[in-house]
């Protein structure tokens, strides 16, 4: 029988994509659902820069990324969200993916999270 940790880590891979409901931070209006990409090979989240303003996200402070254009420093944002059922706060880097497939990148830092969560759950 398999764990819960490779189950969930296994379907969150063979997935690629995960539905994250996002919560607005200074506001009851109601969450949006948004499909988030699942990349194994990110550190990181990163969050669409319009996106986290909508959601009112507030900066918390900058990180230097290393991503295919190269070396930048970007805003980092906290919001909460929920992702298989699981309630936490996420940091997510900023910048404009307007031009790619997703609005949010789901990095190693959230799926280490959501195994350690579920664990804790059990």
């Not at 918390?60 to 980092?76: C, M």
């Not at 706060?89 to 910048?95: D, F, K, W």
Request: charged share 30%.
């Amino acid at each position: 029988m398999r764990s819960t940790r490779e189950s969930t880590v296994r379907d969150l891979i063979l997935d690629r994509t995960v539905d994250v409901e996002m919560f607005h931070s200074d506001t009851d209006w109601p969450s949006i659902v948004v499909e988030g990409k699942v990349d194994t090979g990110a550190d990181r989240c990163s969050i669409d820069e319009t996106l986290a303003q909508h959601l009112g996200w507030k900066v918390t402070g900058y990180r230097t990324v290393k991503s295919s254009l190269g070396r930048e420093e970007r805003d980092i944002v906290q919001g909460t969200v929920t992702i298989r059922g699981l309630t936490f706060l996420m940091s997510a880097t900023v910048t404009d993916r307007s031009d790619l497939s997703h609005p949010l990148l789901v990095g190693h830092n959230v799926i280490k999270d959501l195994v350690l969560l579920e664990e804790e759950e059990e």
